[in-house]
């Protein structure tokens, strides 16, 4: 079939949700005006394998996957129960949640479990006040 044109889709209406590991029933919470949400950092742990027959050029096996870790940022909104719960229920405890990231439109949705390993604060006298945070994600993250 001939190429008429890309399929790419547009990044806004993207949500981050969290819930807690265990919880029932399983509701998920969207965090509240996110502006940018970033999946970083993925990738395979190696070992080099290299020995006296392999001649001259090194040989690698993969050994551990790194699922790598999200980054957020926002508009800081101080009593929206969404972004305090971040840093309450799961920074501060250092609670594992569960998450999910839904796509616009029916693109799907991924799912990952971990744990909030930043929170953080922005105040400048000639911007709004934001907030950028990172997930560690723990074991697989799972695609559409």
Request: no cysteine; glycine share 10%.
């Amino acid at each position: 079939m001939p190429y008429t044109s890309s399929a790419a889709i547009a990044g806004r209406s993207t949500l981050l949700s969290y819930r807690t590991v265990g919880t029932s029933p399983a509701t998920f919470i969207t965090v509240a005006e996110l502006r940018k949400i970033d999946f970083t950092g993925s990738k395979y742990d190696l070992d080099e394998i290299t020995n006296m027959q392999s001649g001259t050029i090194k040989e690698w096996i993969t050994t551990l996957a790194d699922a790598g870790e999200i980054s957020f940022e926002g508009n800081f909104l101080p009593k929206e129960e969404s972004q305090n719960a971040i840093y309450n229920t799961f920074f501060i405890a250092g609670l594992l949640g569960l998450w999910k990231v839904t796509m616009p439109g029916t693109n799907g949705i991924i799912t990952f479990n971990g744990y909030i390993t930043k929170f953080d604060l922005n105040f400048d006298v000639s911007k709004h006040v934001t907030v950028n945070g990172a997930i560690k994600i723990t074991g697989q993250v799972y695609l559409p």
